[in-house]
């Protein structure tokens, strides 16, 4: 059974930064490539940022590009999402994922989410 836990949501004012971070347990976490997705009330589930097992290839949506970060360390199995230059349409629950393959809007796990707030 693998179990993902976010961490590092909250509230904070347009241009602000935060981490989310994602703690990976139950099988190698090398093994998987990671996503972030997030969803907006109202709105469909999007993918934001994905990141390949080996690190190399990583996806960014247009809208976060130039301003989100994945990265992740298999030595902690932990995937961050650093997120600099907050807007208030970045507010949305965010979900880390895990799965066999890279870019997919269907993965195989996925964490319970995290609120993410940006007051303007």
């Known amino acids: 059974q693998v179990q993902l836990v976010e961490s590092g949501g909250g509230l904070v004012q347009a241009g602000g930064s935060l981490r989310l971070s994602c703690a990976v347990s139950g099988r190698t976490f090398s093994t998987y490539a990671m996503e972030w997705f997030r969803q907006a009330p109202g709105k469909e589930r999007e993918l934001v940022v994905a990141l390949s097992r080996s690190g190399l290839g990583r996806y960014y949506a247009d809208s976060v590009k130039g301003r989100f970060t994945i990265s992740r360390d298999n030595a902690k199995n932990t995937v961050y999402l650093q997120m600099n230059s907050l807007k208030p349409e970045d507010t949305a629950v965010y979900y880390c994922?895990?799965?066999?393959?890279?870019?997919?809007?269907?993965?195989?796990?996925w964490g319970q989410g995290t609120q993410v707030t940006v007051s303007s």
């Open positions: 994922a895990a799965g066999l393959s890279f870019y997919t809007t269907t993965p195989d796990y």
